[in-house]
T-cell receptor, first 113, second 114 residues
């Protein structure tokens, strides 16, 4: 079946450091890929998405590229801020399947001043 | 205006009780979902409704019964609560026409069973 694997956290960084959170997926078809973010005590928010191979999603300085050859969708940010501290979830879904989201386990990011 | 709202935000109850969680969305979406987030933050879909019709039921115990009175509401009723039901439950919605891949999540309901 389809699945998503994320690097285990927590990831602890100093402010302005470079961030990479690895995400790989296993899929039977051609899914869309997402990064969702969950700030403390809140629900999930869509951070970025990519709907086909080689697409790059970007938002708020975060980027991720849909790599079909490596089945990956790694999240990157060039300079993190304390306000980026949150749990990040990689996920996939298919169009036409009522968009059931399959999530990775989540990676907690803690950014220190 | 809140797009997807859930009530209550916190729910503490004893084993064996029956409880309900309500969800409402004002986005005009026709598909709604329930997800469960366990203590390790792992998220998994439980149910999905499209136009009040159940379309996804991910091997959830029969004690859980979703109800969709209309497209804007999806409630979750849980019978005979167990300790293992303690989790955060998230409601979400998305449009299916035109096709959209984004789901909008509510703030969550933290259920604690003692």
């Amino acid at each position: 079946g389809d699945s998503v694997t994320q690097m285990e956290g927590p990831v602890t960084l100093s402010e302005e450091a470079f961030l990479t959170i690895n995400c790989t997926y296993t899929a039977t078809g051609y899914p869309s890929l997402f990064w969702y973010v969950q700030y403390p005590g809140e629900g999930l928010q869509l951070l970025l998405k990519a709907t086909k191979a080689d697409d790059k999603g970007s938002n708020k300085g975060f980027e991720a590229t849909y790599r079909k050859e490596t089945t990956s969708f790694h999240l990157e940010k060039g300079s993190v801020q304390v306000s980026d501290s949150a749990v990040y979830f990689c996920a996939l879904s298919y169009s036409g399947g009522y968009n059931k989201l399959i999530f990775g386990a989540g990676t907690r990011l803690a950014v220190h001043p | 205006d809140t797009a997807v709202s859930q009530t209550p935000k916190y729910l503490v109850t004893q084993m064996g009780n029956d409880k309900s969680i309500k969800c409402e969305q004002n986005l005009g979406h026709d598909t709604m979902y329930w997800y469960k987030q366990d203590s390790k933050k792992f998220l998994k879909i439980m149910f999905s409704y499209n136009n009040k019709e159940l379309i996804i039921n991910e091997t959830v115990p029969n004690r859980f019964s979703p109800k969709s009175p209309d497209k804007a509401h999806l409630n979750l009723h849980i019978n005979s609560l167990e300790l293992g039901d303690s989790a955060v439950y998230f409601c979400a919605s998305s449009p299916t026409s035109p096709v959209s891949y984004e789901q909008y999540f509510g703030p969550g309901t933290r259920l604690t069973v003692t």
